[in-house]
C-alpha cells in the first residue's frame, strides 16, 4: 500500500475507525483495498459496509484508522453522523 509511509502503522483487517480528532469510533475495517482499489472496506455502525478512500485517512496507530470526515462521500458522512443513534443510554 503506497500510502501506508505516511501512517505509523499498517492498516489491517478489525483496526477501528475513527474521526480525524474525535475519540468515539464510528466502524471497523472490512477490507483493504478491496479488487486492488485505493479504499477501504469499512463497517459503519449502524450504516453497514462503505468504502472510504485512502486519501481521506489522516493516520494510524494503535489500531486505530484515523479519517478526515471532510473528504468522504456525502452520504458515507452521513451515516457516520448517525453511527451511535440505535445505541441505547445506560446499557
Not at 68 to 82: C, F, T
Amino acid at each position: 500500500m503506497a500510502n501506508a509511509r505516511r501512517w505509523q502503522e499498517a492498516i489491517q483487517l478489525g483496526f477501528q475507525v475513527f474521526p480525524q480528532g474525535g475519540s468515539e469510533e464510528f466502524g471497523a475495517v472490512r477490507d483493504v483495498c478491496p479488487s486492488g482499489r485505493d479504499e477501504l472496506l469499512v463497517y459503519v455502525e449502524n450504516g453497514g459496509d462503505r468504502c472510504i478512500p485512502l486519501e481521506a485517512i489522516t493516520d494510524v496507530h494503535d489500531e486505530k484508522v484515523f479519517v478526515d470526515l471532510s473528504l468522504l462521500p456525502d452520504d458515507v458522512r452521513r451515516l457516520v453522523g448517525h453511527a451511535h443513534d440505535a445505541e441505547v443510554p445506560g446499557l
